[in-house]
């Protein structure tokens, strides 16, 4: 049983729009949630993260919005560049020591 | 400055040999991980040791048992290795146990069962 979905296995834009990844999630007892990025036959590398208490933190050109009533959360990236093309994994955490994946999302920048 | 090291890259094995994946790190970070990512699964927590001397069971820790060695080194063993643990393996540390702390993950382990 999956707790948190990433339901969009893939997306595509162009160079200098706007990415969204989307990100789902069951278990309302997670308070920390977690964008990680992973380049092929690289591990995953921390990107952005949110506490519960929040509903916005931004990092440049990352934005993750938490709605907490609906149990979503959003990555969004402006502007997109090529570089950024990479599967990228939403994570969310109950417990200290204790992290749950979605499935990942592979981001394609066109130039 | 390495991070997060694993050995070996790929590992190709028959079902019911035994191997030892490896991982060390040169952060001094206290807490360490062995995650497996499955195809449309993501990432699971197989175990992890929240200091030296430590270790817990995480998500999906049958088959499995580890050991940490000293601060730096935290190994994954399958004793009788199944089709089902064809999966890639990433190790991962973190300073401290705290929520906001992030983890940094190793280049990962690709093991094929046979």
């Known amino acids: 049983d999956q707790q948190v979905k990433q339901n969009s296995p893939s997306l595509s834009v162009q160079e200098g729009r706007i990415s969204i990844l989307n990100c789902d999630y069951t278990?309302?007892?997670?308070?920390?949630f977690l964008w990680y990025k992973k380049y092929p036959a690289e591990g995953p590398t921390f990107l952005i993260s949110?506490?519960?208490?929040?509903d916005k933190n931004e990092d440049g050109r990352f934005t993750v919005f938490l709605n907490k009533s609906a149990k979503h959360l959003s990555l969004h990236i402006v502007p997109s560049q090529p570089g950024d093309s990479a599967v990228y994994f939403c994570?969310?955490?109950?417990?200290?020591?204790?992290?749950?994946f979605g499935a990942g999302t592979r981001l394609t920048v066109k130039p | 400055n390495a991070g997060v090291t694993q050995t070996p890259k790929f590992q190709v094995l028959k079902t019911g040999q035994s191997m030892t994946l490896q991982c060390a790190q040169d952060?001094?970070?206290?807490?360490m991980y062995w995650y497996r990512q499955d195809p449309g699964m993501g990432l699971r927590l197989i175990y992890y040791?929240?200091?030296?001397?430590?270790?817990d069971k995480g998500e999906v820790p049958n088959g499995y048992n580890v050991s940490r060695l000293n601060k730096r080194e935290f190994s994954l063993r399958l004793e009788s290795a199944a089709p089902s643990q064809t999966s890639v393996y990433f190790c991962?540390?973190?300073?401290?146990?705290?929520?906001?702390?992030?983890?940094?993950f190793g280049p990962g382990t690709r093991l094929t069962v046979l």
């Open positions: 991962a540390s973190r300073t401290t146990s705290g929520r906001a702390d992030t983890q940094y």
């Open positions: 278990n309302s007892m997670f308070d920390y």
């Open positions: 949110i506490s519960s208490i929040k």
């Open positions: 994570a969310a955490s109950p417990a200290d020591n204790d992290m749950r």
């Open positions: 952060m001094n970070h206290n807490s």
């Open positions: 040791s929240a200091s030296e001397g430590t270790t």
